[in-house]
C-alpha cells in the first residue's frame, strides 16, 4: 500500500536552528572538555568575544549568563568571568540542560515561577530597606502611568518582578527570576493581554504586593503575590 502523504510526513523532523548563544555555550564547552580551558582561566572580555565571534555583545551575555547560571563560569570582582573547575561528565550534563531551557514549556514555567516569586515576595518583605521601597513605588507608579494612557505595559509589569526579586537580597533568586521573567511574558503575553480592565487588575494586585513589603509581612506578600500569579 502506498503510504499516504501524512504517513510520510511523520518520518521527517523539525529543523532546529543553533541560537547563537547556544552555538557559543558549545565551543565553551568543547574548550573546557578539551582542557584548553581550565579551572581558574579568565575568558575574554565581551567585546573581544563579540568581535571574535562576529555576533552581538547580547548574544554574548546570552551565553555566559546560562554558563554561569549552572556553575559553568564566575565572575569574580575585579577579575572578569573564569572557568569553574567541574569533571567532564558533570559539565555534559549541565551544557544539556541549560541548552534547553528556551524549550521549557508554558506549564513548566509557570509553575518554577510561581516558586520562586512567591519566596522572592516574602524575601522583600523581610529584607526590603526604605530606600528600595521607594524604588519599588516609584515602579509601581509608572506602570499605573502607562495603565492610565492604555500603553501595553508589558515591559513596567516585568520590571516590578524583577525588582521584588532584587530586593529579596538573595543574588541566585534574582538570576533565576531575571533569566525566566521575560521567558513568561513571551509565551504567555500579548498586546491583547494587557486590554485597560484587565491591567488595572494587575496594577491593584500589585498594590497589594508593594503594601506587604512596605508593611515588613513576608507571610501577607506570599500571599499576595501567589494570588496575582495564579490569576496569570
Known amino acids: 500500500m502506498t503510504p499516504t502523504s501524512k ?12 541560537k547563537p548563544s547556544d552555538q557559543i555555550v558549545h565551543q565553551i564547552r568543547d574548550l573546557i572538555s578539551t582542557g584548553v580551558l581550565k ?14 565571534f562576529a555576533v ?77 521601597v521607594i524604588e ?25 518582578h524583577i525588582k521584588v526579586a532584587e530586593f529579596s537580597k538573595n543574588t541566585v533568586l534574582r538570576s533565576f527570576i531575571t533569566i525566566i521573567t521575560p521567558e513568561v511574558f513571551s509565551v504567555s ?3 491583547e493581554a494587557y486590554r485597560r480592565d484587565q491591567a488595572e487588575l494587575v496594577l491593584n494586585e500589585h498594590e497589594i504586593i508593594l503594601q506587604a513589603i512596605k508593611q515588613k509581612d513576608p507571610e501577607k506578600a506570599a500571599k499576595a503575590m501567589q494570588g496575582h500569579l495564579d490569576k496569570q
Open 56 to 132: 552581538g555583545r547580547g548574544h554574548i551575555r546570552e551565553a555566559l549568563k546560562k554558563l554561569e547560571l549552572c556553575g559553568v563560569l564566575k565572575t569574580l570582582p575585579q577579575s572578569g568571568t573564569v572557568v569553574v573547575g567541574l569533571g567532564v561528565e558533570a559539565l555534559e550534563g549541565l551544557i544539556g540542560n541549560i541548552l534547553h531551557f528556551e524549550k521549557y514549556d508554558l506549564v513548566c514555567l509557570l509553575e518554577i515561577r510561581l516558586i520562586l516569586e512567591i519566596n522572592a515576595a516574602r524575601l522583600a518583605a523581610m529584607r526590603a530597606t526604605k530606600a528600595n
Open 7 to 18: 504517513e510520510i510526513l511523520k518520518n521527517f523532523k523539525e529543523i532546529s536552528l543553533k
Open 136 to 160: 519599588l513605588i516609584r515602579v509601581h507608579e509608572h506602570f499605573r502611568k502607562h495603565v492610565k494612557n492604555n500603553d501595553t505595559a508589558v515591559a513596567e509589569d516585568r520590571l516590578f
Open 189 to 191: 503575553n500579548s498586546p
Open 39 to 52: 579551572a581558574g582561566d579568565r575568558l575574554p572580555s565581551e567585546r573581544a568575544l563579540a568581535d571574535k
